[in-house]
Structures are given as structure tokens and as C-alpha cells.
């Protein structure tokens, strides 16, 4: 069974930094496909970032610049920088796994991210 937990939520200032972790367990890390998701108060859930098992990234037009996404394997956690962090950037982010040859998604149950201006 897929657990997922994140971590590392909190209130910042605009410009300010925080990093995101994620613990996974109960499958193999490095077989599966992981990502960033967020969902702000009134708006549906958007991909943030992720990252495929050979390392490949991808992100967002929002936050390219800006966020980081990494993994370790040995340790099956998977990681979200965010620096210069703004006001638009606050919402529950959300960690995402899925195997990378398909199937289901399986999805944490968020931490909580503020940005004050």
C-alpha cells in the first residue's frame, strides 16, 4: 500500500524559502513517477513539478525559476524548494506517485503552504 506524507508547509514572507519533503513507503521508490501538486482556496488542483525515475523534471510556467524538485532514492523521499516564494503561491501542496509504465495515482494528503505579502 502507497503512503505518502509531506512535510515542511509553513507561513513565509514574500521572497521567502521553504522546502517541501515528501516520505514515501510501501512500494518501490524508484519505479514510480512522483510529483507536486497544489490546490488554492477556490481553484482546482494543479501540477507544480515532477520527476520520473531516470530524474528527467519538469515544472510548471509558474514556478520555473523558482521551485526545485529532487529525490533520493536511497532514502525514498521526495523533495520541493521553493524559493521566492509569492503571494499566488499559497495553497495545500501535494505529493503524487504513480508507476511510470501507468496505473494508479496515488496522492498524500497535503501540507499547507502561506505566503504573506
Known amino acids: 500500500q502507497v503512503q505518502l506524507v509531506e512535510s515542511g508547509g509553513g507561513s513565509v514572507q514574500t521572497g521567502g524559502s521553504l522546502r517541501l519533503s515528501c516520505a514515501a513507503s510501501?512500494?518501490?521508490?524508484?519505479?514510480?513517477?512522483m510529483g507536486w501538486f497544489r490546490q488554492a482556496p477556490g481553484k482546482e488542483r494543479e501540477g507544480v513539478a515532477a520527476i520520473d525515475s531516470d530524474g528527467s523534471t519538469s515544472y510548471a510556467d509558474s514556478v520555473k525559476g523558482r521551485f526545485a524538485i529532487s529525490q533520493d532514492n536511497d532514502n525514498n523521499t521526495l523533495y520541493l524548494q521553493m524559493n521566492s516564494l509569492k503571494p499566488e503561491d499559497t495553497a495545500m501542496y501535494y505529493c503524487?506517485?504513480?508507476?511510470?509504465?501507468?496505473?494508479?495515482?496515488?496522492w498524500g494528503r497535503g501540507t499547507l503552504v502561506t505566503v504573506s505579502s
Open positions: 510501501g512500494y518501490t521508490y524508484s519505479s514510480y513517477c
Open positions: 503524487a506517485a504513480e508507476p511510470c509504465s501507468g496505473g494508479e495515482r496515488s
